[in-house]
């Protein structure tokens, strides 16, 4: 299992950016599907955004799409989620995850490792 380290939470007003990073501890980060998923309070934990092993392939919930950007640098070991023009209902815990398999990638379920979660705030 790896083991993941989230940072680059804060407060935040509404319309601006933020940058959150995941740097796995294993050696092999380059075999793992990387996705982040956030929880808000009172709501179930949701899918964000997640990115292949490689790189190329990168998918996000409909939330978020075109305002979140999703990367890895594999040979720096990290995963980054450039989030702009950021609203209130972002507003929440963001935890990264990884897996193995590129496959259902949306689900909870099959992520086998996830970090700590940063709190990522926004403010009218």
């Known amino acids: 299992q790896e083991q993941l380290l989230e940072s680059g939470g804060g407060l935040v007003q509404v319309g601006d950016s933020l940058r959150l990073s995941c740097t796995p501890s294993g050696r092999a980060f380059s075999r793992y599907v990387l996705a982040w998923f956030r929880q808000a309070p009172g709501k179930e934990r949701e899918f964000v955004a997640a990115?292949?092993?490689?790189?190329?392939?990168?998918d996000y919930a409909d939330s978020v799409r075109g305002r979140f950007t999703i990367s890895r640098d594999n040979a720096k070991n990290t995963m980054t989620l450039e989030m702009n023009r950021l609203k209130t209902d972002d507003a929440a815990v963001y935890h990264c995850a990884a897996r193995g398999i590129w496959t259902r990638w949306w689900k909870e379920e099959g992520y086998d490792s996830w970090g700590q979660g940063t709190q990522v705030t926004v403010s009218t």
């Open positions: 990115v292949s092993g490689s790189g190329n392939i990168r």
